[in-house]
């Protein structure tokens, strides 16, 4: 459902009383994507609630699926240790009612059998758990591991729309908070989840067998348990499901504002932070609340349950064996089975809150890894010709927007020869971050191709792609690590020779020298914090040492003194001569050493032509051309 | 001394240090609930006390009714049975209930003040730690607090209580037998011991791990474009994988450790069973204990299975808890280094001329060589001055200093002859306009980012700085200024994203202005449009620009050539060009061997 972005007078407008509720409903704004605090897959809509469901089931069983023998292991010990643990009682009834008497006679046989099979049962149980607590967490943990690298390679895998509108933040939720309450289940609940359900069917048997009457009266509790068990996955699966994402709302307040903490004490932010902090810190109180409440309702409603069975089994079964129709010691089994089964119970519904929290989360997973990237691989990649000096790029009648209602380009033809080196300029909108960005294939065209070589984009796996096409942009990240490793990101096999070789072609060997730890300085370690011209610098070596086919440089000298600057643009002057390179710059020094200049506006190529023909020609490009040198002095 | 106490996340103390302290100081967050807890206690021992009656009852009725054929007497124990069943259920509900919102209370009031103290602390705090780190303290530290206060120390008194009240009837019921039960209580000790030990060093190593993975994750998330632009989803991949294996391999550690406990606590208590079974029989064959009586011993014994059992689970919990409240503690025990000083005071915007005078400023940021080395600089009321220099200089970490984003370490920085740190923070800030070398944008509306520190900035105020940032184009997006502009900029442009971040500073005609390279990302035609607009606020206001282009040292009153943390000229533009060789070539020129005075334009 999209509204229509008209501007009309239901959409909320700005106001600047400190009208609290009404200002912290509206302080995120409107997102232009109405899908964009969740993954496609999640919709209120029941369907799509059940059809997430489905889908969270299979991922589940495919999770598991590579465990099978050892899960199969695992249920044999767990039932070797439950037979185990079922023994104690019976083995006390036998005591009571057959070893007795014998002793009395001076038989001590039996009692020494039962002495000898209780202990027995208490080293196979111990073994047993031992073992299966190990194997279990063994298995959880590969089924987390599996689970972790799976929804990380996804979100890798998706497209620079997703993540634009699904923020970082909530991908460290669903990668932290939500993987973390599926941990706590594995951690802690499946064996006793596995064993009370096993506990339930045997204890079951065993009443059924010990005496048939008093399990009918037994069982009369089962349909109860079911019923209060039913009714609490449903109204806890919607309850775990708003804390998932109310929590998420925490982390990305928490994890943008610290980010941003500069701009944030800069402005004094702190006020009106921390009750936006506080709101969504309130937001998810509350909706823990109603979860664990459920749970306050539900585990004593299992209590009353058992206690009432018990109560009955003590009036009907005493009254039975009044009627001399069972003996004692199957009375006091029976009530001790009856502890045995509703103790776990207890402890079950604890964990079936687990279950539930994990369940949620499982989905909101499930939700990710069900987005399919709108940029996409090939499923039958093409290679692109080989032979050296390659790297023609066209546009083909190629029309884009971010959005639908506001194409950014339409029907764009461009023609790049291999080796050619264009500049791109033209008022902020013209489309020229947008032409690098569909190049680099951070997204692609609504209609039309991109080729390189000839081949559209769509068809090149994407390692080969990235071999061939470099973007370079103002936004420069550096990842934890030294400077030389954020330089080898270009070339991950580079020797240190290369890296220092590209950092001395691109003019940045003297500072990283002049680092504390030169070369191996962390980035973000403390001293290493580089200014935003360093690291457009680190950025520049690393594409250097990449060498592709095509280099892109939207806005990429930016922060750069100009002499520095100069020095970057000798070294793309030499490392340009044999590529192709799209030069995104507003300095018209960069635009100096093209071969051709394009000036774009409104998503058009205006202009065209080699640079020195087009500041003499007397339009656009000329009249920048010469404000420009104006500016200079 | 900022450096010892700014907290290093490397640097860890607390060795020596008993285990708990730290969870033992979360106490205070208790305290608002203590009456609650105090009832919760209440209510779950009298449910315990309850479900303790309930086998007295069995043996009351295998002795009484059942051996006397007396059916008035069953039915009135089984009612008896039943109301203690009921009590007990309902107890456990208002344990519960009350439970429930005491514990989320406690983990969001602590929640609230973490992130409080992160914002006060310091930015060169926040550069060493990793956000990954902070994060995970809020989140995964926080519920297992909040699991242990809830249910872990509630449990651990109970199950003490149970236990003490169950050995306590057995020994009633039979000193020796009782006697024999409590003496498990030595193996079990010794085993719980050896088991927090040794889980205490893996549960923290599991957090810290849960920290590094949560810092790996949000830094993929912030250089995805990069990650993308290169094709290096594989090696991004792989290191994410090196990072969850290891928590894999500590969550199997933990498992063993757990494993071998848990399944140990099972036996004690089991064996303990045994024997009493089998001395048990012998006694009621010798007459000396009814049957009656040894069922109630077995099965109040029973009883002691589950509190033994979950021992494992309290003690790993316990130790979760201990390890978490540290990482917890050693955030919130972080003293904020940049802080209003006692006397410090408030300077209101009308008394404000604006004379900032740089006095023999130093800085280094910890531990490494000096970035400012006795900087001596006056800015007059009223001036622009623009610090130029190379990249890396150390222009931007003078900036810095303005704000108090980072403190000097040498000599001091006046505003009208007021020491910065004699000021009110709040009200510094307030006459502070900054705009950073990169523009920082949250994730909410256009709006809220504009307002970021003037909440109460009217339409008209917004409105005229949008225009002299040239940034209306605020007003063409979906849902005009409503609409949510993304942490990266949603698909906003370099450009624009600065111009937005240049309308913020001067909303609200800040006393003084602090531009970190204002107009690098516009093009050339809206760059002459904001200068424009620029010069008029910059007539009025003191400003302190770092510029890179001869175009923006235009705007400049006066210039300031930064080099090696140094001034070492300041002068007019034309003047510098004229005199200093250094700052022709920083500003105007390529490589020197090629400067020929005036060739701006070459390739």
Redesign the interface.
Known sequence: MTEPPDGSPTVPRPRHALDDELDLARWRGRATDPDADRSRAEDVAPEAVARLRARSRALLGQLLRPHRRRLGLAVTLLLAQNAAAMSGPYLVMLGIDRAITPLRAGDPGPLVAVAAAFATASVTEYAARRCFLTLAARIGQAVLLDLRQRVYGHFLRLDVGFHERYTSGRMVARLTSDLDSIAELVDGGIDNLVVAALSVLSVAGILLWLDLPLAAATLLAFPFLFWLSRWFARASAGAYRRTREAVALVIVHFVESLRGIRAVQAYRREPRNQRIFAAVNDDYRQASLRAFRLIAVYSPGIKVIGNLTVAVVLGYGGWRVLGGRTEVGVLAAFLLYLRRFFEPMQELSQFYNSLQSATAALEKLAGVLDERPAVAEPERPTSLPAGPGRGAVAFRSVSFGYRPDAPILSELELTVPAGQTVALIGPTGAGKSTIAKLLARFHDPAAGAVTLDGVDLRNLADAELRRAVVLVTQENHLFSGSVAENIRFGRPGADDAAVEAAARAIGAHDFIAALPDGYATEVHRRGGRLSAGQRQLVAFARAFLADPRVLILDEATSSLDVPTERLVQRALGSIMRDRTALVIAHRLSTVEIADRVLVLDGGRIVEDGPPAELAAAGGRYATLHSQWRDSLI | MPAQSDG?PAARDGAGRHPLRNLWRLRPYLRPYAVEFAWLLVAALAATAASLA??L??QR??DG??AG?D?AG??R???L??L???A???L??IR??T???S???M??AI??DI??H???L??GF???W???Q???R???DL?VIRRFLS?GLLFLILNLVTYLAVVVLLVRLHPALGLLVAASAVPLFLISRRFARHYHAASRRMQDQ?GD???L?????????????????????AR??GG??A??DT??A???L???T???L??VP??T??VV??A???A??RGALS?GE??AF??LQ??LI?PVQ?LG?II?NGQEAATAADRIQEVLDTRPTIVDAPHARTLDRAQVRGRVRFEGVSFH?????PVLREVDLTVEPGETLAL?????CG??TLL?LV?R?HDVTGGRITLDGHDLRDLR??SL??L?G?A???P?L???????NL???R?????EEVRAALALAQAE?AYD????????????G??L????RQRLALA?AVLGRPALLVLD?PL?????????LVEAALRRVLRDTTALLVV????TV?LADRVALLDNGRIVAVGTHSELLATVPAYR???????VERHDGAG????
């Not at chain 2, 701006?600 to 390739?603: D, I, P, T």
């Open positions: 290093d309930v086998p009852v069995v009725v295998v009714p059942v054929h059916a069953l039915f124990l089984g009612l049975a039943l203690l069943g009921l007990e259920a309902v456990i509900f519960r209930w439970q429930s919102s514990s989320v209370g983990e969001a929640r609230a992130y409080a992160l914002q006060r310091p930015a926040h550069d060493r990793q956000s990954g902070l994060l995970s809020i989140t995964s519920s249910f849960q993975v949560a810092t994750v949000e830094e993929t998330a912030q250089g995805l474009r990069t990650m993308r632009a290169y094709g290096r989803g594989p090696e991004l991949a994410f994988t969850a294996r928590l894999h969550g199997i933990k498992a063993r757990l494993a071998r848990s399944a140990l099972d036996l089991n064996l069973l045994g079974l089998v048990g029989t012998a009621a064959a049957i040894l069922v077995v099965s029973l009883m589950w979950s689970w790993a940021y910890p531990g490494c060589a130029v220099g190379a990249t890396g222009k931007s810095s704000p984003l923070l709040a800030r307030r502070v900054v950073f070398e990169e920082t949250f994730s909410m509306s256009v709006w809220e307002t970021l520190g909440p109460a900035a009217g339409e184009f997006l979906p849902w005009g200024l409503a609409t949510r502009a993304g942490e990266q949603l698909s442009s370099g450009g624009q913020r390279d690098s990302a516009l093009d050339v035609h809206t760059e002459a890179h282009r001869p175009s235009a070539a920083v500003l105007s020129a390529g490589p701006l334009v070459r390739s």
